[in-house]
């Protein structure tokens, strides 16, 4: 026979996989959603500090009228880096294709039978058919902005509401530390996006300064990738060196080159994200590796690349929230990554 507790957590599944399941249906409400209460958590402090000098309602315009021009920028930016990619890509088939027989050439003169192994798994089309696949999901990046704007927008009326309902209900401890918990984990966001918007800004001029250095094309291009998968802790920093040393291999096609290109960027990401970010964020925004991965994995599961994007963010408020609670400290301190001992 199920113990009570067995059977608790077998429930607690069972309303885990339910709960994954719905946000993974409800993608079109439920990532808008969860990018808008992102947005307002670092762009509230602006709101209220502005709310002190001029009236509640042009607070609230200049402060979305901010947001939406950094997102659009962000978005433009996105939108035109990879566009250009994938128009190289297009643009550069038969070169692929060339590069691609010539390395199978090379292969069947050392002895190893590698067309019959690998020739009718490879096909440019495939990668033509990849990089247009591209261009068409960038369109969707301004839809989605568009909702997510109309979110922040709501959602910056309701802050100050919110916030006195919950700090008023005496009755219920548990709403003052949800309340605590909303406030830290806002602070916490906005301390995490500070460290990495830095470390991004970094990571793309370097990368653009090498790929300008070693005559690679796309340098630009490849300084706003590696500016935006960044924010993409693992995968982002992976991809954004990955894809410039597959054009590097084409355009110098030598070995010796390739593996410069794609050492140097490794160092690059690495010194950024193992080195310096570790020591700009501290101890209070320190969280387990393997669960940042996990939660980019997850994120990125149930709603793509926006899902691997807010994946973490939603991590640091998740575990945030579980400290202001007794029955679930213990799970923030064992996910922090953090060693146990005083203080």
Not at 96 to 109: F, G, P, R
Not at 168 to 197: E, F, I, N, Q, T
Request: hydrophobic share 60%; with cysteine; net charge positive.
């Amino acid at each position: 026979m199920m113990t009570e507790g067995g059977g608790r957590v077998l429930l607690g599944l069972c309303a885990a996989v339910l709960v994954g399941a719905a946000l993974q249906a409800a993608q079109a409400i439920f990532a808008p959603v969860a990018f808008a209460l992102f947005v307002i958590a670092l762009v509230w402090p602006m709101q209220r500090a502005a709310q002190d000098r001029i009236p509640a309602g042009l607070a609230l315009i200049g402060t979305v009228l901010v947001t939406l021009a950094v997102v659009a920028g962000l978005a433009y930016g996105i939108v035109w880096a990879f566009g250009r990619v994938a128009q190289w890509v297009v643009a550069n088939a038969g070169q692929l294709q060339s590069l691609y027989a010539a390395k199978i050439a090379w292969l069947e003169t050392q002895g190893i039978a590698a067309a019959g192994v690998v020739s009718d798994q490879f096909d440019v089309r495939w990668l033509v058919r990849l990089a247009q696949a591209v261009l068409a999901q960038l369109q969707g990046i301004v839809s989605f902005v568009i909702v997510t704007a109309v979110f922040v927008l709501l959602g910056l009326l309701e802050v100050r509401p919110a916030a006195a309902q919950l700090a008023g209900l005496d009755a219920y401890p548990a709403a003052r530390r949800v309340l605590a918990g909303l406030a830290a984990s806002a602070a916490k966001l906005r301390a995490y996006m500070l460290v990495r918007s830095f470390a991004s800004v970094l990571t793309g001029v370097l990368v653009y300064a090498f790929a300008r250095f070693m005559g690679l094309d796309l340098a630009a291009e490849w300084g706003v990738i590696a500016f935006v998968l960044n924010y993409i802790p693992f995968l982002g920093p992976l991809v954004a060196t990955v894809f410039p040393t597959l054009v590097g291999l084409l355009q110098f096609g030598s070995w010796q080159a390739v593996v410069t290109i794609f050492a140097a960027l490794q160092v690059i990401q690495f010194l950024i994200g193992s080195y310096l970010e570790p020591r700009l964020a501290g101890k209070q925004l320190s969280v387990s590796p393997f669960m940042v991965l996990a939660a980019v994995f997850f994120g990125a599961f149930l709603w793509g690349v926006p899902g691997a994007f807010i994946g973490v963010p939603v991590l640091i408020a998740a575990l945030t929230i579980c400290e202001q609670f007794p029955g679930g400290a213990w799970v923030a301190r064992l996910l922090s990554g953090r060693h146990p001992g005083p203080g």
